[in-house]
T-cell receptor, first 113, second 115 residues
Framework: GDSVTQMEGPVTLSEEAFLTINCTYT??????LFWYVQYPGEGLQLLLK?????DKGSNKGFEATYRKETTSFHLEKGSVQVSDSAVYFC????????????FGKGTTLSVSS | EAGVAQSPRYKIIEKRQSVAFWCNPI?????LYWYQQILGQGPKLLIQ????????DSQLPKDRFSAERLKGVDSTLKIQPAKLEDSAVYLC?????????????FGPGTRLTVT
């Protein structure tokens, strides 16, 4: 079935370090891909998205590129801040608008100063 | 624009008791979703409504869970009777066809603890 696999956490980094969180997917057709972030005590927020192959989503210094050949959507940031500490979820939506999201298990990021 | 509202934020019950959660989506959003997020896992869809009709309830444990959206606006999710494994955060989300990407907006969730 359709699924998302994320790297296990927690990921612990020092401020200004480079971040990569791996995400791969299995899906029929060509899904849309998303990264959501959940800050402590808050709800899920959309961080970035890509709707077709080779699209790059970006927001707040984070980037992810939709790689159809490797079925991946890895999240990267060049220099993390303490305020980036959160749980990050990779998700897909089968390519029909309005359908539900399928999430990975989430990766906890902890950034220390 | 007000976000998705949920209540209560926290609930503790004993197993075999019943509980209900309420969600008010963003005004004008026709599609409403209930997700269950067990600790250490990603959210999983329980049920999806389009206006007041059910689009997908294939993963809803119908022997104990029920949900309704009678007037196509707010929604309630009920568990009766609750089991220990129902301890989770219950997330409500909404989306609108008026937004090109059908982005889903999530509420803060209700954290349920079953003892």
């Amino acid at each position: 079935g359709d699924s998302v696999t994320q790297m296990e956490g927690p990921v612990t980094l020092s401020e200004e370090a480079f971040l990569t969180i791996n995400c791969t997917y299995t899906a029929t057709g060509y899904p849309s891909l998303f990264w959501y972030v959940q800050y402590p005590g808050e709800g899920l927020q959309l961080l970035l998205k890509a709707t077709k192959a080779d699209d790059k989503g970006s927001n707040k210094g984070f980037e992810a590129t939709y790689r159809k050949e490797t079925t991946s959507f890895h999240l990267e940031k060049g220099s993390v801040q303490v305020s980036d500490s959160a749980v990050y979820f990779c998700a897909l939506r089968l390519n029909q608008a309005g359908t539900a999201l399928i999430f990975g298990k989430g990766t906890t990021l902890s950034v220390s100063s | 624009e007000a976000g998705v509202a949920q209540s209560p934020r926290y609930k503790i019950i004993e197993k075999r008791q019943s509980v209900a959660f309420w969600c008010n989506p963003i005004s004008g959003h026709a599609t409403l979703y209930w997700y269950q997020q067990i600790l250490g896992q990603g959210p999983k869809l329980l049920i999806q409504f389009q206006n007041n009709g059910v689009v997908d309830d294939s993963q809803l444990p119908k022997d104990r869970f029920s949900a309704e959206r009678l007037k196509g606006v707010d929604s309630t999710l009920k568990i009766q009777p609750a089991k220990l494994e129902d301890s989770a955060v219950y997330l409500c989300a909404s989306s609108s066809p008026g937004q090109g990407s059908y982005e889903q907006y999530f509420g803060p969730g209700t954290r349920l603890t079953v003892t």
